[in-house]
């Protein structure tokens, strides 16, 4: 085992990943080593300089991405609801006209089937009145073919 492994042997992965997220999250700004000897000087003045180091330390796309969806949970639960409600509306609305075009169809339909049902009772009329008329005539021709 390796020295650097050695005292992360009994740590639990979650406390490795805790840890490892709490590295991350810090500043990085290398630490001074007091051990060097600087010169002394008389002059005690506040150093107001800011760290040479302006970035930050790199932490995974997994972890980013973690961090994110848990500080804004909400707003990506709303927006999914609201995607998910405004797909069912527009599919909805298609299948309403859909139907109402098929409505006007039958109706259309159902409109010229009376009319020509109407038409056909027009024409039986018709019929039996020139079926009544020629069995009169029958009748009158046999009439008169008998009396003679």
Same mark, same amino acid.
């Not at 039986?124 to 009169?136: G, S, V």
């Given at each position: ?5 050695? /005292? ?9 990943? &805790? ?17 060097? &000897? ?26 980013? +991405?973690?961090? /994110? ?7 990506? +639960? ?33 409109? &010229?089937?009376?009319?020509? +049902? ?10 039996? +009145? ?19």
């Amino acid at each position: 085992m390796t020295p650097r492994a050695a /005292h992360s042997q009994n740590k639990t992965p979650e406390q490795r990943h &805790s840890y490892q997220r709490y590295i991350e999250v810090q500043d990085y700004e290398p630490t001074k080593d007091e051990d060097l &000897s600087f010169p002394q000087t008389g002059q005690a003045e506040e150093e107001f300089g800011e760290p040479t180091t302006k970035s930050r330390r790199g932490r995974k796309l997994s972890t980013k +991405l973690e961090d /994110h969806f848990t500080e804004h949970w909400i707003n990506w +639960l709303v927006s999914i609801f609201a995607i998910i409600l405004a797909w069912l509306m527009i599919n909805s609305r298609i299948d309403i006209a859909t139907i109402f075009e098929k409505f006007d169809a039958i109706k259309n339909n159902l409109l &010229s089937i009376k009319t020509s +049902l109407d038409a056909n009772s027009i024409n039986d009329h018709r019929q039996d +009145l020139i079926i009544n008329e020629n069995k009169i005539r029958i009748e009158y021709f046999k009439k008169s073919d008998s009396s003679e």
